[in-house]
C-alpha cells in the first residue's frame, strides 16, 4: 500500500482497542523473567561456549605484538579470535571504524581478541593473560582545539535564507552565545548481546538489535557471506536509544568464535565497553545568533553547529530544529565535522534535536530576558505555521502554543518568580520552560497476518520491541482492524524471516510498524469478505464477525480449515515533501537549587505533547516520563569526560557515568494533546519516544537560571559551575 | 578473574593464621568491593577467606560506656541500632548516606573501612596507576582529576577514600580491633589507621599482612548535635565530591572530618580550636598545603560553605 494521499476515515478511527490506555502483553513475560533477552536463548542454542572480549587500550596506532600464548593454554580455552585467525573481514555500512581492529587500532577499547572458552569465568581469565604491545600514534581527542579544521559533511546542508548578516547587525536586540554539550552515553540496561550458531554455511544470530534488516545486511557484508544465509533473531531488547541501531563487536565476534570453535558461541559486552567500544552521542559546540526587533520579532536566527566523529564518521547536527521551530527572514544553519581520534558517534534518542534544544531552548530564554518578554510569549510571537525556510510548505500539524499555553496554566507558570528571588528555606527555586521539537520520520514497513479457523489473528513482522511497547501498539492496531478482542492476537516480532519492518528509531518505529500492520489488515479484510462473497466496502468486522447487510458470519469460521495469510506493506509517498510532519511539546521544569551547595534537585516537570494519534497512552507516556528523565541526566549529570591526553572517555562505568536515580525524579507529568495527524499515515499517528527528551535539558537550564540568575551554557550543568556566583552564607 | 580457592575460617586467630600462609589472600566479608575489583582483575587474589561465619555481627557496650561494633556488622544495622541513632547520630547518617539499600545489607564495618578508592584510573587496567601497580606511574594528575584529593595528596597518588562510614568514624575517635597471624590483638586509632599515599599509594592502612579486624570501638557518647552532609551531583546512589561530619556543641567548640577531599578521612585536630569562630577560621588549617587541581578546587569553597550552614544549623 502506498500511502501518498491523506488519510481519510478508516477502521482505526473506531478507537475500540488503539488509543485506549493498555498494559502491555509481553509485561507478564517480562517481570517474570520468561522473556529471553539475547545471551539467554539457552534452548535455541544449547551448548553455547563463552566468548570474553579484548579491548584495545590505546586510541590510535597499531599492535605490534600480540601474545596469546597463556592465553591459549589456559584452562577451558577452546579458541581465539583475532584479526590474523579470521581472514578478510570487511565492514558493515552503517559501522565507522571495524568491529575487529588489529593490527591497526582506531579507537581505545576497539575489539582486538576473542577468547572463547568453556565458562564464562575460563573466558574471561584468559582474556586477561593476552599481552598486547602497541605503537602508539599522535591523535587529535579535543573539538574545542581542532574546531577551525571542520569541514561540511557531504550529506549535510547549509541553510542561507536571506541575509543573516546584515538583518543581525542591524537587529536592536541581539545576542550572540555559545553552548557545549558534551558526549553522551547510551547507557541502557542491558549490554550488547549475541549467541551465533553456525549449520554449514548458515548464520543464526540471537542478538540484541534494534533495526533487523540493517543488522542482517551488516552482518552478511562484514563476514563476506550472502544475505540470505544470515538469520536474525531479536524478540527481546533491554533499551537500545540508539545504541543498537548497528550492528556491533558482540554479534560479529559470535560469529566468527562460533566459526572457529565449530559450536555455538554467545558474546556480551561487559559495562565498561558500552562507553568507549560502542558509538555515543557526540559532543557539540553551538553558537547561537538570534535578532530581533524590540517588539520581540525575530529578524535574523544564526545557529552554528560542530562536532567531530573518527574519519568516515557523520556529524551530530545539532541545528536540525532550528530550521523549522521558529519564524525569521534571515537564516543562517550550519553544521560542520571534524576528524577525531575518539570512539565512533552516532545516533542516540533525538539525535540532533536532544543536544541542539539544550542549546537553542536556552537561547531563546535568554532572548525573551533580554527583550523584557515572558519567554512563551516570546515563542508565541515567532511561532510558524509553514516551514521558514520555504513557506510554500505548511505543517501538517503544529499545536506547539497551546502545548505552551496549556501547560503554562497547568504547571502555574505565572508563579514565577523574578531570577534568583524565589526562596524556599535553604533553596531556591525557579522554574523553566522549553520547547519540545523532533521531526516525524516515516519508513517502508511490512507485515504479515495469519487468521487461523479459530479467529485468532496472528502478526509477523521483523519489527523491533526496545522496551517501547511495539507489541502492544501492532496487537492493537490488529484488533481494532479485525475486529477482534486483543486477546485473540498474537505478536511474534524481531526475526528477519518475517517481513522487513521499519524497525526501532528515530521515533518512527511505531507510526510506521503499525501502519505497515494496517496494510497487511486491509489486504486480509478483503480476503475474508470476497471469501464469503461480501463487497469489502460494505464488510465491517466487530465482535470477532465479519459482517455485510444481514449477512454475518464468525471470522474463524470465514477464514476456514486452513485460514488465510495476507502480507502487504506500507510505503510513503511525497506527503513528507508537501508537509512539514513534525512533532511538538513543551517542558516545564521546577527546580531546588541548595543556596550553601549549589546542588540542584528537580522538583517537578510536566511535559504537554502535540503528536498525532497516541496509539496507546500508557506505553506512550512511559515513554515520554522515560525520555524527561534522560533529560534530566543530560542536563544535570551525563558527560563523557575525555582524556585529552590517551583519547577515550575515562568515566566507563557507571559510577563513573552517572544517570539519574528515582531520587532525581520526584515528580512527572504528561499530557498529550488531541491529535490526528492524516499526513502521517493511516495510523495518523506519529512517535512521542524521542520528543520527550527534546528540550528537556534546556527547560531545566532556564529553571537553574530561574532559581539562581546565573546562566551556564556547558552541560552538564553540574554545581561546581554555580558555586562561585551563589550568594554569600551569613 | 583469576581463580581462586575458597575456605572459611572458624576463629579470628585461625583466619589471620590463615592469610599469612598465602601470599596475597584475602579476607572476604560482604564481597561488595572485592569482589567487583576481582572481576576487574585489580585485585586477584589466589586464596579468599570467608570471615562470616565467625560471629562477629555484634554490637555491644564497652565498659567505658562506648560501644564494640563487630567487623562484620552490616551497614544497614549499624545505621538501625538505636544506640547508634541516639548517641553517634553522625555516624548513622553517615551510613545513611552510602551506597545503596541493597548494598548496605551486604556490606560491612571492616568492608567499608578497607573499600578502595573509585579514581578511574585505578578501575581501568590500561591506564598506569601506581596504586594498582606501584612504579607505573599517575594517570589521575594531569588526566580527570575532578574527584580527586585536594589535600594530602602526593606525586605518586592523588586519590580519595570513598567510605561515607570512615569520616564520621573518625570524627568521632573510633579505635579498630585486631588480632595479627601470631594470635596478638592490637588496637588502632583511626587516626592512624588510614594512611597518606605518598610515595606508597598502595600502601593504605596501618594493618600488616593477614591482619584481621575483629571489631571498631567508640569511645562514649560526646553529645552535641551530629551532622553529615554529603554533596553530590545526583541525589541519591553516588559518592562523594565532598562530605562534612561534624559534631558541635552548644557552646560551639566540635570536632569535625571530611570526606571526599583526601586518601583519608580527613581531620586535623588543631583546627578545631577556631570553630567558634565560624568556617572560615577553620579551614585555614583544616585545609592548609592544599593542592588541588583546575578541575577539583570547587571542592575547598563547596566544604567552607558547607561547614559554614553546618555552624549556623548547630547554633540556630
Ligand atoms: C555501586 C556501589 C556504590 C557505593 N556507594 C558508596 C557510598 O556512597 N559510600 C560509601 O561509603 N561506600 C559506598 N560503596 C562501597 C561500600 O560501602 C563497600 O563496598 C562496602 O562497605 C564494603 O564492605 P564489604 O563487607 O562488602 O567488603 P568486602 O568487599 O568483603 O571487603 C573489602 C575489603 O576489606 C577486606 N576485609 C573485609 N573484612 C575484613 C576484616 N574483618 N579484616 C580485615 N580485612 C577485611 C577484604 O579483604 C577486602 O579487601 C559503594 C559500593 C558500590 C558497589
Ligand atoms: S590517583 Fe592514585 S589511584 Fe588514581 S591513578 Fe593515580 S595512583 Fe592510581
Known amino acids: 500500500m502506498k500511502f501518498d494521499t491523506p488519510a481519510t476515515t478508516n477502521p482505526i478511527d473506531q478507537l475500540k482497542v488503539v488509543g485506549k490506555p493498555t498494559d502491555r502483553i509481553d509485561g507478564p513475560l517480562k ?139 542591524a537587529a536592536p536586540v541581539q545576542l550572540d552565545v555559545t553552548y557545549r554539550t558534551p558526549d553522551h552515553a547510551h547507557a541502557m540496561m542491558e549490554p550488547h548481546a549475541s549467541i551465533a550458531s553456525w549449520e554449514g554455511d548458515k548464520l543464526t544470530l540471537w542478538t540484541s538489535n534494534q533495526m533487523i534488516d540493517w543488522g542482517r545486511g551488516d552482518v552478511a557484508k562484514t563476514l563476506g557471506v550472502p544475505k540470505d544465509n544470515v538469520r536474525l533473531i531479536s524478540p527481546y531488547i533491554g533499551g537500545g536509544f540508539g545504541g543498537k541501531l548497528f550492528v556491533r563487536a558482540d554479534a560479529i565476534l559470535a560469529a566468527l568464535g562460533a566459526r572457529q570453535a565449530k559450536r555455538p558461541v554467545k558474546v556480551a559486552l561487559p559495562r565498561s565497553f558500552m562507553f568507549n567500544n560502542t558509538p555515543h552521542r557526540p559532543a557539540t559546540i553551538q553558537r547561537i545568533r538570534i535578532g530581533a526587533s524590540k517588539d520581540g520579532k525575530i529578524s535574523a536566527i544564526g545557529h552554528e553547529n560542530w562536532s567531530g566523529d573518527l574519519a568516515g564518521g557523520g556529524p551530530e547536527d545539532a541545528t536540525q530544529q532550528t530550521k523549522f521551530l521558529y519564524a525569521g527572514a534571515n537564516r543562517l544553519i550550519t553544521t560542520r565535522l571534524a576528524v577525531l581520534d575518539l570512539p565512533e558517534g552516532n545516533a542516540m534518542r533525538a539525535p540532533g534535536e536532544a543536544p541542539g534544544l539544550m542549546a537553542l531552548e536556552i537561547a531563546i530564554d535568554e532572548m525573551a530576558e533580554k527583550l523584557g518578554l515572558d519567554p512563551i510569549e516570546f515563542r508565541v510571537i515567532n511561532d510558524t505555521q509553514v516551514d521558514p525556510e520555504n513557506p510554500a510548505r505548511p505543517f501538517s500539524q503544529r499545536q506547539l502554543i497551546k502545548c505552551l499555553q496549556s501547560g503554562a496554566d497547568r504547571f502555574g507558570w505565572d508563579k514565577r ?22 521531526n516525524n520520520l516515516t519508513m517502508k514497513s511490512a507485515a504479515r497476518v495469519k487468521l487461523d479457523n479459530k479467529g485468532v489473528v496472528t502478526v509477523e513482522t521483523d519489527m523491533t520491541d526496545i522496551g517501547t511497547g511495539t507489541y502492544t501498539i501492532i496487537a492493537q492496531t490488529a484488533a481494532e482492524m479485525m475486529g477482534v478482542v486483543l486477546d485473540k492476537v498474537v505478536v511474534k516480532l524481531g526475526d528477519s524471516s518475517f517481513p522487513v519492518s521499519a524497525g526501532s528509531g528515530g521515533q518512527w518505529g511505531a507510526n510506521s510498524s503499525t501502519a505497515g500492520v494496517y496494510a497487511a489488515c486491509v489486504k486480509l479484510r478483503e480476503m475474508v469478505a470476497k471469501s464469503q462473497k461480501f463487497d469489502p466496502a460494505k464488510t465491517s468486522f466487530a465482535d470477532g464477525k465479519v459482517t455485510s447487510g444481514r449477512k454475518s458470519i464468525d471470522l474463524g469460521k470465514a477464514a476456514g480449515v486452513s485460514g488465510m495469510v495476507a502480507e502487504d506493506f506500507i510505503e510513503f509517498g511525497d506527503l513528507g515533501k508537501t508537509h512539514q510532519q513534525s512533532t511538538f511539546g513543551a517542558h516545564f521544569v521546577e527546580v531546588g537549587v541548595n543556596v550553601v551547595t549549589a546542588e540542584i534537585r528537580i522538583r517537578r516537570m510536566l511535559a504537554v ?76 499517528a506519529k512517535g512521542v519516544g524521542e520528543l520527550g527528551i527534546c528540550g528537556v535539558g534546556a527547560a531545566i537550564a532556564n529553571a537553574v537560571y530561574n532559581a539562581t540568575a546565573v546562566r551556564v551554557r556547558h552541560y552538564p550543568i553540574t554545581l561546581d559551575k554555580l558555586l562561585k556566583d551563589m550568594p554569600q552564607i551569613a | 578473574m583469576k581463580s581462586f580457592t575458597y575456605e572459611r575460617a572458624t576463629s579470628p586467630a585461625e583466619a589471620a593464621a590463615k592469610a599469612a600462609r598465602t601470599p596475597g589472600a584475602r579476607f572476604i566479608a560482604g564481597g561488595t568491593n572485592l569482589l567487583d575489583l576481582m572481576k576487574l582483575e585489580i585485585e586477584t587474589p589466589p586464596h579468599l577467606i570467608d570471615v562470616n561465619g565467625l560471629g562477629l555481627d555484634k554490637i555491644e557496650a564497652t565498659d567505658d560506656g562506648g560501644l564494640r561494633i563487630g567487623a562484620l556488622v552490616r551497614n544497614t544495622d549499624l545505621a538501625a541500632d538505636d544506640r547508634v541513632r541516639r548517641d553517634y547520630g553522625v555516624l548513622s547518617r553517615a551510613l545513611l548516606a552510602g551506597a545503596s539499600g541493597q548494598l548496605r545489607n551486604k556490606a560491612t564495618t571492616a568492608g ?101 579486624i575483629t571489631a571498631v570501638t567508640l569511645p562514649k557518647p ?60 577553620v579551614m585555614a588549617k583544616l585545609m592548609a598545603d592544599a593542592t588541588p587541581t583546575p578541575e577539583n578546587e570547587f571542592k575547598i569553597t563547596l566544604v567552607e560553605r558547607t561547614l559554614s550552614a553546618a555552624l549556623m544549623d548547630a547554633r540556630a
Open chain 1, 417 to 438: 518568580g523574578e531570577p534568583g528571588k524565589t526562596r524556599d528555606g535553604r533553596w531556591l527555586t525557579g522554574m523553566g520552560v522549553a520547547a519540545a521539537f523532533r
Open chain 1, 31 to 169: 517481570t517474570t523473567g520468561m522473556a529471553p533477552y539475547a545471551y539467554e536463548q539457552h534452548e535455541a542454542a544449547p551448548n553455547a561456549a563463552y566468548g570474553y572480549v579484548v579491548g584495545a587500550t590505546i586510541a590510535k596506532g597499531t599492535i605490534a605484538a600480540l601474545d596469546l600464548s597463556k592465553a591459549e593454554s589456559a584452562p577451558g580455552v577452546i579458541t581465539i579470535v583475532t584479526a590474523d585467525t579470521v581472514g578478510k573481514l570487511d565492514k558493515g555500512n552503517f559501522n565507522t571504524a571495524k568491529l575487529l581492529g588489529g593490527p591497526d587500532i582506531q579507537h581505545y577499547h576497539q575489539a582486538i581478541a576473542l577468547v572463547v572458552a568453556e565458562t564464562f569465568e575460563q573466558a574471561r581469565s584468559a582474556a586477561g593473560m593476552i599481552k598486547v604491545r602497541y605503537t602508539k600514534a599522535r591523535g587529535e581527542h579535543d573539538l574545542e582545539a581542532i574546531r577551525t579544521t571542520a569541514t561540511r559533511h557531504k550529506d549535510s546542508k547549509d541553510s542561507l535564507v536571506g541575509d543573516f548578516v546584515g538583518a543581525f547587525s
Open chain 2, 222 to 281: 560526646i553529645g552535641g548535635i551530629h551532622v553529615y552532609h554529603k554533596i553530590r551531583d545526583r541525589a541519591s546512589y553516588a559518592f562523594a565530591l565532598v562530605s562534612v561530619a561534624a559534631v558541635i556543641q552548644p557552646d560551639g567548640t566540635g570536632r569535625v572530618a571530611l570526606g571526599g577531599v583526601a586518601h583519608k578521612p580527613w581531620r586535623v585536630e588543631k583546627a578545631e580550636t577556631d570553630l567558634p569562630k565560624g568556617a572560615k577560621a
Open chain 2, 112 to 212: 567499608n573501612l578497607l573499600q578502595r578508592t573509585r579514581c578511574p584510573y585505578f578501575y581501568d587496567t590500561g591506564q598506569a596507576c601506581n596504586k594498582r601497580t606501584p612504579g607505573s606511574g599517575c594517570s589521575a594528575i594531569g588526566g580527570f582529576s575532578r574527584q580527586h584529593a585536594v589535600v594530602g595528596a602526593s606525586t605518586a597518588c592523588i586519590a580519595t577514600h570513598p567510605s561515607d562510614m570512615a569520616v564520621a568514624m573518625r570524627v568521632l575517635d573510633a579505635q579498630v580491633e585486631t588480632v595479627k597471624p601470631d594470635g596478638k590483638t592490637r588496637r588502632i586509632k583511626i587516626a592512624d589507621f588510614h594512611k597518606l599515599p605518598g610515595s606508597t599509594p598502595h600502601i593504605e592502612t596501618a594493618l600488616q599482612a593477614g591482619e584481621f
Open chain 1, 609 to 684: 505533547c502535540a503528536a498525532g494519534r497516541i496509539l496507546n497512552p500508557k506505553s506512550a507516556r512511559s515513554q515520554v516520563i522515560g525520555a524527561m528523565t534522560m533529560g534530566a541526566g543530560a542536563a544535570l549529570m551525563e558527560d563523557l569526560v575525555i582524556d585529552k591526553r590517551h583519547g577515550f572517555f575515562v568515566n566507563h562505568d557507571l559510577a563513573g557515568y552517572e544517570v539519574p536515580v528515582h531520587a532525581d525524579i520526584p515528580h512527572q507529568e504528561v499530557i498529550f494533546l488531541d491529535e490526528t495527524d492524516p499526513m502521517s499515515s493511516p495510523m495518523k
